[in-house]
């Protein structure tokens, strides 16, 4: 069944909402003359037509609910109804960001809380809550480096990337006034250590990794790693995405880090809602606290206090020196009740874990594949389960191809073409919340499907994939040359 | 342990399979040092029961919106959230999606993005809108850079009367940037000369409407000024409700339009998440931060929609990308989109009369009251007030008798003694002729 | 995808919830040796599992919310999330039965709120609320007939029915002891009022109709038939399965009957659930109310007071002689609470204009497909279309395929082979929460369906309908024949 | 008003098409003595906040569990409902389908109506359960009328150990049939002598396990002395939690076994809806009363789930049906399985320990207070007590207190003096050791 726009279903008139009468005023409109003149254009629907429009619109769409996600570097792991019961508490969604910090101390509270959870997890002995995201959590972490090499009168104008990092790091460093260097991999699939010592000079900020790494790999020499930087007066930012394989595991103060964002969207299942809102708190050490961006909670005698202001006592009094702001309000306060909901539900001994079971999913499927997938590199890996399109070598299919095959499999491919590393990749995640069902399932299609490209009898059928889906592969390049990003009328078309 | 699957039987199978002996040999990579992360200090693993427990217990202790007779605004409004927009935001298919980057299997998403973006370039007044920003503060900001890439100039100014924490979210993205950034500081009561300031060097004017202190204004002028120097006005929207009784940016000469979406979307939620709109000239749309969601057609010719401009995006373009935004807002998005067509064209432009209405109903009361002035004479559903006293003792006594009376404007400027007396105050639907007498007599009360 | 048994995704051990520490007691269990010796047999599953399961199971239904359901006599309306969410307050969701009246005051102010909307909607004196579902409102309303004829010595033996009855009606009235007689219909498709004054008798306690009748017809004679029942003794107890139709429009009591049940699932939007739960209270005349059954709720100068004993002063005292309870505890309040929900929203003019809208809808049905297919009767029909098979004669092409092929085309079929008055009946009832938009779509696929079946070419394809859904036509018969209820352990088949 | 989507646009264009001029012509059939039936004393149509706010206002009159230590059971538990279980239950898809009669659109609810009967059958240790009835105390009535059919006997015996509204509605049920109801008086210190009354007229005994004043008791010679006649033996569960700790009625000897299921499947809610489960042996299948859902194939030979058996219920068999039982509870009935497929069997028993011994422990604090005594020597999460006091003013007391403290017999027994000073007490789950001692400490105060 084909779903309209709502713009094709306008009846005019109609709503979906009954309003309650306006009160009656003395004096008229208080709107200066500027009230708007035109229609908005908005189409109008009655309640049925809207929630049946919005269910269809759904059943067209996959998510952790309906099955296996192993997109890589994403997390899709299991997202309790919990959380989202608890952020609906009305003693934490109606309450308003500016009510007197007496009316809202459980909300301080909570946001105290959780930050205490992520300093002992990490060993980090600070934390900046209100990044919105990963790259925000990134940007954060590189402004606080900034500010703090600014404080020692020593800016710097480097900042150096792995090849093998998401885009999100080297945009950052950019947005933070930095040029960025790439650091080569080595043959194991990790950092050139080599490489980044000849790389780190006088000039050089921070190094921005990503650890596990986005190969599915621990990089063995970290430590290492952060010495050298250290030692030539560079700061480390290690990019949180894979912090899910480590958590419970390994504290990242021990890595002698400055710098991680953990995402509280997929770390701790808070959802990720197809495309946010997330929440990237930014752990931070020694170095950094200082400069910790506006606002923060501190715990005081008479109750938890909210500093907003440089001026606060709590601010400048106590050698805090921070470097601004990095949204509206206390950061994402809903996403925090969940990720707390969650963390609570699992325990220290459940995320520990989960860092477990989710190591353990990647290496089985990893195990189980090896002999028709071409893994990248010698395991073990943490966990991710990369592989390279060598097995698809002359057989005419593409990664692309294979990807959307196991669409019709009844699967969510896992992320392709990424990292950039290796030829052709395709980076499996299948997270602590698979069965090990759901991954012999998985592991059955895979091999069947690896068998049938091989055989190459089935180009035509690959490149056609997927075929069971509400819509068969879609145009990008006519999208991307015309772009059409708005529905207009059919009359004002025609016209034009 | 309610959310692992793996029973201990299926992980010692799984170990043989991978060929190890224990879990320890899978993080053999990890240094010695860094091994023994094991968080002992945190409790162990809690039932549903406990967890929920322990956060209602944090949730008590807070005052609400139903608790308290709530007035208060500053970029955060309380509106009733009808109930089958926060079923359909919690149905799996939606709740627990990725980021849309296989359309085949992601059109759900996909339409509600491009029926999103239709929506806020039909409210904004202007042609293209984004698939969303973290919120109102850093749509603000990426439209300064945005405005900064397109210009190739380098002088930002902002309004007084813009959300100090969208001022300071621009001043902290754009810090280490070529990139100056003038803000004027907050006066309720004078009028900025924004005009008299935009010369060839400014990128762009950042102006609020609303403004932070509730005065509506005409933007053709600054319009005019600003776009015969080659400047982009920026406006930013902080009640996006609003745009359903007041002439659209758009139509005033805006070429960046920013809002806050929150009002439409979710509850008010301590401040977050919200989300940010972001709506833009034609022209401008390959300089657009953000997803961009476009209509094409899959193989069988029929109408699908995409992701689409990617090669804006970090995760092609790296450090030369338009932003370093990935994870957005979709959920909220998606919540406002539901609203909107909920409301559709007469529940839009209803509530928001319903909104001026009860704000100016409060307005008239307040005015009564001897020593109390109402500052701007045009507005939507908020306003500044004088008060005769000091706002954060007003403030203050009036949440003890159960009312939420308004935002100290010392809580953004302490350093600003002239605001001590000033309180911004917002009436939204959810406050009806009780409540605003209720508040009007304890106010006489507490002066 | 299939999805498997919960039975047999079981790991043992395995569990989606975990429960607080059991506290400790000083001597032991008090069980008196009766402790469970074996297993139940539970499969263990952990909570992604179960939520992923119960998703894809919710996948393979089709509801109100996704799409068109013209399921005659059902009245499948729009269910509004207003009244689910009314429903949560923990006001009314956390509250025992038996909590002391004092502490459930607005509870009780719910169920006498409700009371009252139902009482001046159908202008009855008097309402039982208790009875869980339709037929059991049948049974309250048949059980104060007999109760009130009892009363005055005169218990009479027989209950006339008319043969388009549901089959409730007949099964309702033996289940209160009583025989049933039929009553035919004319060719206008309703009750034949001389076969009615022929049968009825001294020996006759009432008779049971439906009106709007199951051909979707108002009863034109329905102030007569309650007349000569009357005078011939004999009590008139209305069917509400079609009240929808009426509500606002027609004042029950003015049609002269004596109970009529309200389905508050179906008419009140409640929702139907996939069979429940339902409610049925039964609206009385004051010829029935004092036999209103236990318990009832009345206002008192001290505040709402629940009467739950024939003891009570406010029975006994007040006249009233229950005839007994209907079941445990106050009646469906949660069901109550959605009720009152969806009528304050709909308010009197709502509702009117509800009933205005569902008979206009029907009536557009009919006036579209009048010329395909083969109307039953002569109209105005009221919130339903009826048509027959002859338009299906020669074709071979059944009722039951032409229905199966639309669900092809993305509709809930219509109601099937009810009423029994007509040849292979297909009773269509839109209900007022459909667009025009929706309808035009059903009408154009339902011409096409038609002319496809008259083409005499597509036997095969009809036969075979549905095509496209997650099963094709079950074997009933095999069902039936060796019932196969619950699941049984692979190993125990083959042990038996 | 916005439920309704046809606009005056689409009813004058529908009335065109029908070929009347106004809806009242549609309505001609209605005698004149019976137009004008538009109710207009009734308030119109209401938004969704001022019908929140009503309603809420009415849900804020209520003492909830929340406000108050609730000890509350007499058939209805109070238990912790799953988050995912709630979430689960509001898909569109399970709540606004039909009862599945086009079983290729409804292969959810069926499948999941199977689960549920195999779920009910291995709890109550019966080969063979339906779909679900209304409630336990109509399921309890419904399983009579079916021994009545079984045995084509008349008689039937009533503990005074069964709930008295299983009671009540027994006998309305079966109050003008043939059947002979004999109901023996409650009398929670003496043993019941139902063997001895067993005979050869007897169609069944009906028993509640754990009974209405908590007693657990073996019932194998019960059922022995019931067969041994001819008779059947029918077992009420009042708490169906009961059954993970407790030897099951089918492994007793019970041949038919009801229950109400609410106390795994959804809160109080003032007592409505529960959930009716029905069991009993494979022989009587034919005669069960309700809904079955079996197992078939479809035409492609793949397993699949169909309503079955049909020929017994009243749309075929009209006054010869086995009851006339149409819409039962099947959104219950998947709360019921959803709950029971979460816990599974270490969860499910689990959590039945978790209750015995919470109701231990209660008993055994409540035994220290002097004059109180419990009555019942083998309990599970319920139990009788008998008081220094009159019971009903103790719980009057206790209220005020914010403790709800149990039921006193005499709110059903009121004619029975002898019960004046016995109160029903429940623990579950959600009583912590923090309620139990506020409950002890709270009766210390007021005996």
Redesign the interface.
Same mark, same amino acid.
């Given at each position: 069944?084909?779903?309209p726009?709502?713009?094709e279903?306008?009846?005019?008139?109609?709503?979906?909402?009954?309003?309650?009468?306006?009160?009656?005023?003395?004096?008229g409109?208080?709107?200066?003359?500027?009230?708007?003149?035109g229609?908005?254009?908005?189409?109008?629907?009655?309640?049925?037509?809207?929630?049946?429009?919005?269910?269809?619109?759904?059943?067209?769409?996959?998510?952790?609910?309906?099955?296996f996600?192993p997109?890589g570097s994403?997390t899709?792991?299991?997202?309790?109804?919990?959380n989202?019961?608890?952020?609906?508490?009305?003693? $934490?969604?109606?309450?308003? @960001? $500016?009510? @007197?910090t007496?009316?809202?101390?459980?909300?301080l509270?909570?946001i105290d809380?959780l930050a205490d959870?992520l300093k002992?997890?990490t060993?980090m002995p600070a934390v900046a809550m209100s990044p919105?995201?990963?790259?925000?959590g990134?940007?954060a972490g590189m402004?606080a480096i900034?500010a703090a090499l600014e404080a020692r009168g020593d800016a710097r104008s480097i900042v150096l990337v792995p090849e093998s990092a998401?885009?999100?790091n080297?945009?950052?460093?950019?947005?933070?006034?930095y040029k960025?260097r790439s650091i080569p991999a080595n043959d194991a699939g990790r950092v050139d250590v080599d490489a980044l010592k000849d790389a780190l000079g006088p000039d050089v900020a921070a190094f921005m990794i990503t650890n596990p790494n986005t190969c599915g790999?621990?990089?063995?020499?970290?430590?290492e790693i952060s010495a050298a930087c250290h030692e030539a007066g560079a700061l480390v930012y290690m990019d949180g995405a894979n912090y899910n394989a480590?958590m419970?595991?390994?504290?990242i103060a021990?890595?002698g880090v400055d710098a991680m964002h953990i995402?509280l969207?997929k770390t701790f299942?808070t959802?990720?809602?197809?495309?946010?809102?997330?929440?990237g708190p930014t752990v931070l050490s020694d170095a950094l606290a200082p400069f910790a961006?506006?606002p923060f909670v501190v715990k005081q005698d008479s109750g938890w206090h909210l500093v907003?202001?440089e001026?606060d006592p709590a601010c400048k009094g106590a050698g805090k020196t921070p470097?601004?702001?990095?949204?509206?309000?206390?950061?994402?306060?809903?996403?925090f009740?969940r990720a707390?909901?969650y963390m609570?539900?699992?325990?220290?001994?459940?995320?520990?874990?989960?860092s477990?079971?989710a190591?353990?999913?990647a290496?089985?499927l990893?195990?189980?594949l090896s002999d028709v997938l071409t893994p990248s590199f010698e395991g @073990?890996t943490?966990h991710e389960a990369l592989f390279d399109d060598r097995f698809l070598k002359d057989t005419g299919v593409s990664t692309l191809d294979f990807s959307?095959a196991l669409?019709d499999e009844?699967f969510?491919?896992m992320t392709m073409y $990424?990292p950039l590393v290796v030829h052709g990749a395709l980076l499996m995640e299948p997270t602590?919340?698979?069965?090990?069902?759901?991954l012999d399932v998985f592991i059955t299609a895979v091999r069947a499907l690896a068998e049938k490209a091989r055989s190459g009898q089935a180009k035509e059928y690959f490149a056609?994939a997927?075929h069971l889906?509400?819509?068969?592969?879609?145009?990008?390049t006519?999208?991307?040359r015309k @772009?059409?990003?708005?529905?207009t009328a059919p009359e004002a078309t025609a016209d034009a | 342990m309610r959310y692992l699957p793996l029973t201990d039987d299926d992980r010692k199978a799984m170990l043989d399979a991978v060929g190890v002996a224990s879990v320890d040999d899978l993080f053999r990579d990890v240094p010695d040092s860094a091994r023994g992360g094991e968080p002992t200090d945190l409790p162990d693993h809690a039932s549903e029961m406990a967890v929920e427990r322990t956060l209602s217990a944090m949730a008590r202790k807070n005052v609400t919106g139903q608790d308290a007779a709530s007035f208060l605004g500053c970029g955060a409004y309380r509106h009733h959230v009808p109930a089958s927009l926060d079923y359909i935001i919690q149905r799996g298919e939606f709740l627990t999606a990725y980021t849309p980057y296989q359309p085949e299997i992601a059109q759900g998403t996909l339409q509600y993005l491009y029926e999103f973006q239709t929506q806020v370039s039909m409210m904004t007044g202007l042609p293209v809108a984004n698939a969303s920003m973290y919120d109102g503060a850093t749509a603000c900001a990426e439209a300064c850079a945005m405005a900064i890439r397109v210009t190739k100039r380098d002088r930002v100014l902002l309004s007084g009367g813009l959300h100090p924490h969208y001022t300071a979210t621009t001043e902290t993205f754009l810090k280490h940037t070529s990139a100056e950034v003038e803000a004027l500081g907050p006066n309720p009561l004078a009028v900025e000369d924004l005009v008299g300031r935009v010369d060839s060097r400014t990128a762009c004017v950042v102006v609020q409407n609303p403004d932070f202190f509730g005065h509506l204004k005409d933007l053709t002028t600054l319009a005019d000024a600003c776009h015969e120097v080659g400047a982009l006005l920026v406006v930013a929207v902080a009640e996006p409700l609003s745009l359903g009784l007041v002439n659209p940016p758009g139509e005033m000469g805006a070429d960046i339009v920013v809002a806050e979406g929150q009002s439409l979307a979710t509850p008010t939620n301590f401040g977050g998440p919200g989300v940010g709109l972001f709506a833009t000239r034609e022209k401008f749309m390959r300089q657009m931060p953000g997803r961009l969601c476009g209509e094409t057609v899959d193989e069988d010719g029929r109408r699908g929609f995409v992701l689409t401009l990617s090669t804006r995006e970090q995760h092609i373009r790296r450090e030369k990308a338009t932003s370093n935004i990935c994870t957005n807002s979709g959920l909220i998005a998606l919540a406002f989109t539901v609203h909107m067509t909920l409301l559709g064209e007469a529940g839009f432009t209803g509530l928001a009369e319903v909104n001026h209405a009860t704000a100016v109903r409060l307005a008239e009361k307040l005015e009564q009251i001897k020593g109390v002035k109402v500052i701007p004479s045009a507005f939507f559903n908020e306003f500044a007030v004088r008060l005769p006293k000091d706002a954060t003792e007003v403030v203050d006594k009036l949440a003890d008798k159960g009312i939420l009376a308004g935002v100290p404007a010392a809580r953004f400027w302490p350093e600003y003694e002239e605001l001590a007396d000033v309180m911004m105050v917002a009436a939204t639907e959810l406050n009806d002729e009780a409540a605003i007498d209720a508040y009007v007599a304890a106010l006489k009360e507490v002066l």
């Open positions: 069944v084909e779903e726009l709502i713009f279903m306008d009846s005019p008139g109609k709503s979906a909402v009954d309003l309650p009468p306006a009160p009656e005023t003395a004096g409109d208080r709107l200066g003359g500027l009230k708007r003149k229609r908005v254009g908005l189409p109008g629907l009655s309640e049925p037509e809207v929630v049946r429009h919005y269910t269809r619109l759904s059943q067209k769409n996959y998510g952790i609910d309906t099955g996600f997109l994403c899709m792991k299991h997202n309790p109804r919990l989202e019961k608890l952020a609906r508490l009305s003693g $934490f969604s109606d309450v308003h @960001p $500016f009510q @007197p007496k009316t809202v101390q459980g909300a509270e909570l809380t959870w002992r997890m060993g919105a995201a990963g790259a925000h990134e940007l402004l900034r998401h885009g999100t080297p945009a950052t460093a950019a947005a933070v006034g960025v790999l621990f990089e063995r020499d970290m430590v480590i419970g595991r390994v504290k021990d890595l995402n969207h299942s959802p990720h809602g197809g495309g946010g809102p997330g929440s961006p506006l907003e202001h001026a470097f601004g702001r990095m949204k509206g309000y206390h950061g994402q306060f809903g996403v009740v707390l909901s609570m539900s699992m325990g220290g001994d459940g995320l520990r874990q989960a477990d079971d190591v353990l999913n290496n089985y990893m195990a189980k @073990p943490m959307k669409i009844g969510h491919p $990424f602590e919340t698979e069965s090990r069902q759901t056609a997927p889906t509400p819509r068969r592969r879609l145009d990008e006519r999208a991307a @772009p059409v990003l708005r529905w | -």
